[in-house]
């Protein structure tokens, strides 16, 4: 049985996620912040992130998808930056996933898929930058620079480590307005992911297949 291991699986894309691949027949092993949780995990809380990798230590993960996110304040612009917001953005969007990857690399690199998946966005593609969001699109850059070089230290396991952008889902974040529903934007990310292959370590994927540049 493959196993997956999804952050911020509370609600929205992450909750979707662990109800498609659990609906497939994977073990699920989808993380909240909720005291309540079976997998209780506030990926800015090091002591918790220590805890789930004990707990989790010796068991193969196929696929750590790196899901929890926040967007921040979106109408900050130059002149009104919150800064202690832009901290606490950077804290979870970046600083999260780094943790998890470096909490769990051993646990992807026994499995047989062996794949790092972080939800990024497409607001965090410098080439298409618009100046929106400020905050939350620089730690999706961010973020890609970490799979940029996580894919390079980890590519002697065999580990492969992509950017994941879900496109525009009608989630809390996304809004009503947006075009996709968290069904079609999993559905394209688990298609996406079910055919990489190591060539694609370190690449920005869309829901849809295609790349997006950096």
Known sequence: MSTILVTGAGRGLGRELARQYAADGWRVIGTERGKDAEFRLDVTDRAQVSALREKLKGEPIDVLFC??????KRAMALGSFDYASW??????NLLGPAALAEAFADNVAASERKVIAMMSSRLGSITESSGMTLPYATSKAALNM?????????KDKAVIVVALSPGWVRTDMGGAGATLTPEASVKGLRKVLAGLRLLDSGGFFSHDGSSIPW
Do not use: F, H, Q, Y
């Open 146 to 154: 970490l799979v940029k070089g996580l894919s390079a230290t980890l």
């Open 87 to 92: 901290e606490e953005v950077l804290r979870v």
């Open 67 to 72: 899901n929890a996110g926040i967007i921040g």
